[in-house]
């Protein structure tokens, strides 16, 4: 990639970042900004209405309170009355923090999404991009009964890194992701397994790669580590019900019979995950591997414990595995081309 392509999608990518959060402020079925500032206060004091999970997710509240105080002492805020935003209920000299920080989730994201498929062998940069810009639009229409939910983009960040670390061989690194990741959500813990499922290599599979089993087996034990350590440290309380759903057959039957549901998941993903199946065969290895260790597990934990219509939840398989499989599928078509054209 040359300087003034880098550039222009950089830029490109700034612009996308404006829009996405613009999506998410803004959305008619999202929550005002006052609430998710209301719920960061709340966690601050220990005093989340949905204390498990929502207050052992220490890292985005950290970074989260970290920016207010940063933003507050240096007196950056800027002071804009509009009738537009004061319809929207947005204070931009209170909410300006929590709109930086989303902002910057969105940047990060987007060129950690542009490194991973580069990475992953999407040899064109401008195809890479066209991956970026699938994942924008997954992201502005995630919305519906969200707030900004700091940690679950965070996540996505977390794992699109883990991946890159992973394909990289950058081990230390990747076990530093791991532990911030630990620190921000619990459902990171797929990434520990997705660098043991490529220790194992070889046709048939038969040679075991020890130092990929090592840094598994460490991250796993940080993860497993600080999950246990911040329950410990907080204090455990039972996981508060949703909707007067407490198991795991109630959430499901609640998301399968849920009329919001399916149309809330066609309008954030498009038939994306069908067109990225269909090119299956196209797909490295390590996409196939990574396909069956998260996108099962996922679907049914997210459908069991958690409201399906807020479909953010699966930003991280849309981000991870069907966009770099949509990639593919165009790549490989486009390669066939040129090889029947004779070019």
Not at 102 to 107: D, G, N
């Amino acid at each position: 990639m040359n300087n003034s392509t880098r550039v222009v999608i950089w830029f490109s990518c700034a612009i996308l970042a404006t829009y996405v959060l613009y999506e998410q402020v803004f959305d008619r079925f999202s929550a005002p900004l006052a609430l998710s500032l209301e719920r960061h206060q709340e966690l601050v004091k220990g005093e989340s209405t949905f204390f498990n999970p929502w207050q052992y997710r220490v890292l985005a509240i950290g970074v989260v309170e970290g920016m207010i105080q940063g933003t507050e002492s240096l007196g950056i805020a800027p002071h804009v009355s509009n009738p537009y935003l004061d319809e929207y209920g947005i204070d931009l000299q209170q909410h300006f923090p929590l709109l930086l920080v989303r902002w910057i989730q969105h940047f990060l994201i987007f060129l950690v999404a542009l490194m991973l498929y580069q990475k992953m062998g999407i040899s064109h940069p401008w195809l890479s991009f066209i991956g970026v810009m699938l994942l924008a639009h997954s992201m502005a229409r995630s919305n519906f009964g969200s707030d900004l939910s700091f940690n679950t983009y965070f996540d996505l960040l977390f794992y699109l890194l883990g991946a890159w670390c992973i394909l990289s061989e950058k081990y230390v690194g990747f076990m530093v992701v791991v532990f911030l990741a630990a620190l921000n959500r619990e459902s990171s813990g797929f990434l520990p397994l997705m660098l043991a499922i490529m220790a194992i290599q070889g046709k048939p599979l038969n040679i075991i790669q020890p130092k990929k089993v090592k840094v598994a087996a460490l991250s796993m034990g940080i993860f497993v580590g600080v999950f246990i350590g911040i329950r410990l440290w907080l204090g455990y309380q039972a996981p508060n019900p949703v909707y007067d759903n407490e198991s795991f057959m109630d959430y499901l039957l609640w998301n399968l019979t849920n009329p919001i549901t399916y149309p809330q998941l066609l309008t954030t993903f498009g038939v994306m995950p069908l067109i990225a199946l269909v090119g299956y065969r196209a797909w490295p290895s390590f996409l196939t591997r990574w396909f069956w260790l998260v996108i099962p597990a996922w679907v049914v934990i997210h459908f069991g414990f958690s409201i399906a219509r807020e479909t953010r939840l699966f930003l991280v398989p849309m981000g991870l595995i069907f966009i770099p499989g949509v990639l593919f599928l165009v790549q490989l078509e486009v390669r066939q081309k040129r090889i029947s054209s004779g070019s």
